[in-house]
């Protein structure tokens, strides 16, 4: 699955600007775990589910669903005399023995269907179980219909069943440890398209405007990999080798959709070799389904969103590639190899983060693949500050959908890249076959991949998988250099700062030190040439020392040359090896990190530096970084130069990445500047751009550069449509950056309004959660308005709308949210957004109780300068009769 919670979707579709660095040092991160989470550990199996077969009725007036799944066990457990299925607000009208229809007995307990078989069973007896039941689900299985607001939405019907929500719709073993076959008859108005598991049996028409499709998969997969989409699709037909794959959109997307999922045959051909397995089902199918989130890698058969169907003005900055990637991966790694328990769910989301990213390196190039590791390990880094937690973890509320954050996508990925780093090349993708071979069709743990590591390559990885996989953080370096020109020694003093624990080590490591080592001597005024020298050390203590023979002092030193690992890292070096650095490092991350470097140091030269690197260099990422920290100098120099780059630079990320830099300057600390700023942001968002991205970047700035034209022009754009509304987003969060009551007024219009398109009012949430974190709203009735209209937010029937408010009511820290988000707590079925409930309450309660306390110690100030002022009454009365006497 690609993870597309609010945040998500903001980074998937570039509306996160800037490539910044994570902050270091020495402190405490907060716990993954909320109070009440538990160990959870993988269910018994009393019998082997061997076959399902689902045959179901789908009623899109009254979205519900009516039908008879038949499962076929064998039992394991020795005597065998129930069974039980997962199943969550069913109607169950009954249950039989299906060799000869025979009644069964059997109970509901909270989600959880028992059966009594009526007799005993041995180890290897096989029987079916055949339910009829009825539903109307809440989650699980989604019908979508047009709605006010959204009028043009088509009638579609698909299912979602990661982790644990195929039981919302059908009975079953919602749990990963047993795989199946699968037969499915879903019964759809007639011209209805259904993509299902396996292969197609065909289409049965039944007289009555209605048809029957039929499909079935012989390779088992476990049940949360079930998919059925329903609706009316254009077939997009391709393939690889014999292997049809073939993709299906709404009418009129056809370009769309080729140009979305065209490279998935050379995609398929490319991991079939990396992972020294050929493709393994009998098809694949993509399908973009409305309203449907993130992607899903359903055993041949992929559901990916609607907000990945990019239009062609889209396409000139944003590809939906690493997503079609990440989803093929999953066929391999999760479908075939299927995690036996959610707590090793890195095994598949680390391997398709990673091997998406491999896919971009082949493709597109190395600048390209090192830019997607550079964002997995910020996000990574940011996410680490919400809540440390190892990679293989198993505590959670209810079901695992909350583990599937940035530890096992962005974290794991890296971890991969570590592997790679560490094995060698050769040796990473042997040991990496070895596994995939050695483990087709079963259900896999950590210990598994260890294990097949080592055997391929003779490496002991136990302490390796023990700190990065087992264990929480990552190496915290702070590192100084010295040049010894009389022994032409370099030193590096290497310390780890991070806080140490039982489950925060100090890391052991190799790591590259770089250096440009003149190959002559200097000549005034003149640039030497150089060559990368780099030298492997191991790092495993807090504090080491380190020398290296160098032939002439270096031009420019850099600590993990290649940027292969997990860290953070604080370098201080002169300025003149940092421009050094930024101008020939052959690695883009090393030219950010010059970049960042120099930003701190903002004298004339390194503007001048960074202003003309911004012009010549090649690659956008490294062009945002530059942007970046021009706008962090705030000074004229560096706004002369970002307005340099504006004129001259034409390629859309790195332009979205100067705007956005623009709006660093800000009235009315930077008045004059930030209004030349926004002279130059406001054509931009007045006249448009060629990238949505671009557009939208300029309206969230010109919001930051807080200048008095600003509120009008941003209200004008509000009525901007665009793909995604991704302009609109821009604008939302420009008019929460600009701080203003009335600025509340526009986001609370938008937001209460239903017949704004749905993703409008997530915007207009997230323009709110903007607003919040200015503090420049005085509680009061603004706040009030706001904080009534989040709440009423949870109620939306847009969910990402849910998502969105209930981060900007955490944002706002009203105590006023407690109670709903409690009700939402108790009430949604979706674990993803009850744990963004659940945090968001963590924070409230605790500022809450903060402020109690701040309400009770000036109280007792209060009373203790009554009681002051009463006893220096006293003193003066006696003072004055005293005096008298």
């Known amino acids: 699955m690609y993870s597309c919670g609010f945040r998500d979707i903001n980074t998937l579709l570039g509306l996160d600007f800037a490539l910044a660095q994570g902050a270091s040092g020495a402190q405490e991160a907060p716990a993954f775990a909320l109070p009440g989470d538990e160990p959870k550990y993988a269910p018994d199996r009393p019998a082997d589910v061997r076959h399902v077969d689902i045959d179901v009725t789908l009623d899109f007036q009254k979205h519900t669903v009516t039908g008879t799944v038949t499962t076929a066990f064998s039992a394991l457990f020795d005597p065998l005399r129930e069974v039980v299925f997962d199943a969550a607000e069913l109607t169950i009208e009954n249950v039989t023995l299906d060799e000869d229809d025979t009644p069964l007995h059997y109970w509901i307990d909270g989600e959880k269907l028992h059966v009594a078989l009526g007799r005993e069973y041995h180890f290897g007896h096989e029987f079916q179980v055949r339910v009829r039941y009825s539903a109307q689900p809440r989650i699980g299985l989604v019908f979508v219909e047009p709605v006010e607001g959204n009028p043009d939405l088509p009638v579609q019907a698909w299912t979602q069943g990661e982790t644990e929500y195929h039981h919302f719709w059908l009975p079953v073993h919602d749990f990963p440890n047993d795989r199946a076959t699968t037969s499915l008859r879903a019964t759809v108005p007639e011209g209805f398209f259904v993509l299902s598991n396996g292969k197609s049996e065909g289409v049965t028409s039944n007289g009555d405007g209605t048809a029957t499709h039929a499909w079935r ?143 971009t390196q082949h493709d597109r190039g190395e600048d390209e693949f090192r830019a997607e590791l550079h964002a997995n390990l910020q996000a990574y880094l940011a996410a680490d500050k919400r809540g440390r937690r190892p990679i ?210 903002p004298d ?120 995604n509304e991704i302009i609109r987003g821009g604008v939302f969060a420009g008019l929460g950056e600009l701080g203003e009551a009335r600025s509340a007024d526009v986001l609370i219009a938008w937001l209460r309004d239903r017949s704004r398109p749905m993703d409008a009012r997530m915007m207009a949430a997230a323009g709110l959660r903007v607003l919040a974190e200015t503090r420049r709203i005085d509680p009061g009735e603004t706040q009030t308005r706001v904080i009534e209209a989040l709440i009423a937010a949870l109620d939306d029937p847009w969910e990402m709308t849910q998502s969105a408010a209930i981060q900007a009511l955490a944002a706002w820290n009203d105590a006023r949210a407690i109670a709903p988000l409690q009700r939402f707590v108790a009430q949604s079925p979706d674990e993803r957004r009850v744990r963004q409930a659940r945090e968001a309450l963590l924070r409230l309660q605790k500022g809450h109780s903060e402020n109690e306390e701040l309400r009770q110690l000036r109280s007792d100030l209060e009373e203790l300068r009554a009681a002051n002022s009463e006893l220096r009454q006293r003193i003066q009365s006696l003072e004055a009769t005293h005096q008298r006497e």
Request: with cysteine; net charge negative.
């Open 392 to 601: 293989v973890y198993n505590v959670y509320r209810k079901n695992a959908n909350e583990l599937f954050d940035r530890h096992v996508y962005e974290k794991g990925s890296l971890v991969l890249h570590m592997l790679r780093y560490v094995l060698g090349e050769d040796a990473f993708w042997r040991g990496l076959q070895h596994y995939t071979r050695s483990h087709k069709w079963r259900e896999v743990i950590t210990a598994d991949f260890e294990r097949a590591l080592e055997e391929a390559t003779g490496r002991s990885l136990a302490r390796f998988f023990e700190q990065w996989v087992y264990k929480t953080g990552h190496p915290e370096f702070t590192v100084t250099y010295s040049w010894d020109d009389e022994h032409k020694l370099a030193k590096l003093k290497v310390s780890q700062k991070q806080k140490t624990s039982d489950t925060t080590p100090i890391f052991a490591t190799p790591v590259d030190i770089g250096f440009f080592v003149p190959d002559t001597d200097a000549t005034p005024g003149k640039e030497p040439p150089a060559h990368l020298q780099t030298f492997r050390v191991e790092v495993g203590e807090a504090e080491q020392t380190f020398y290296f023979p160098l032939a002439r002092r270096p031009l420019s030193v850099r600590f993990d040359q290649g940027a292969w690992l997990i860290k953070t890292l604080e370098f201080e070096r002169p300025a003149d090896m940092l421009r050094y650095q930024l101008r020939h490092d052959p690695d883009m991350e090393g030219r950010i990190e010059a970049a960042e470097a120099l930003g701190k140091l």
């Open 604 to 723: 004339s030269e390194n503007v001048a530096a960074l202003r003309q690197a911004m012009l010549d260099e090649p690659f956008w990422a490294v062009r945002v970084a530059i942007a970046s920290a021009l706008g962090g100098m705030k000074s004229e120099p560096a706004l002369d130069a970002l307005l340099d780059g504006l004129a001259a630079i034409d390629e859309p990320k790195a332009r979205r990445g100067i705007v956005s830099a623009l709006g660093q300057f800000r009235a009315p600390e930077y008045e004059a500047l930030a209004g030349r700023a926004a002279q130059a942001l406001a054509p931009i968002v007045e006249h448009g751009d060629p990238s949505y991205y671009v557009e939208a970047a300029a309206a969230s700035a010109l919001g930051r550069t807080r200048t008095a034209a600003a509120f009008d022009l941003l209200v004008a754009k509000a009525e901007t449509p665009s793909w």
């Open 217 to 359: 998969c012989d390779q088992p997969f476990p049940a949360y990999l079930i998919t059925l989409v329903a609706g009316e699709f254009v077939e997009i037909k391709d393939q690889w080798r014999t292997v049809p794959v073939n993709y299906y959109v709404r009418a009129g997307r056809e370009e769309d959709g080729r140009r979305m999922m065209g490279k998935t045959p050379a995609m398929i051909d490319f991991f079939s070799q990396r992972f020294g397995v050929d493709y393994p089902w009998v098809k694949y199918g993509q399908i973009v389904a409305e309203l449907f989130l993130g992607a899903m890698e359903n055993a041949s058969a992929t559901t990916h969103t609607y907000r990945l169907l990019a239009d062609k003005r889209a396409s000139l900055d944003f590809t939906p590639e690493p997503v079609v990637a990440h989803e093929l991966v999953h066929q391999w790694h999760g479908d075939m190899l299927a995690v036996r328990d959610w707590s090793h769910t890195w095994l598949k989301e680390s391997f398709a983060t990673y091997f998406e990213s491999v896919w």
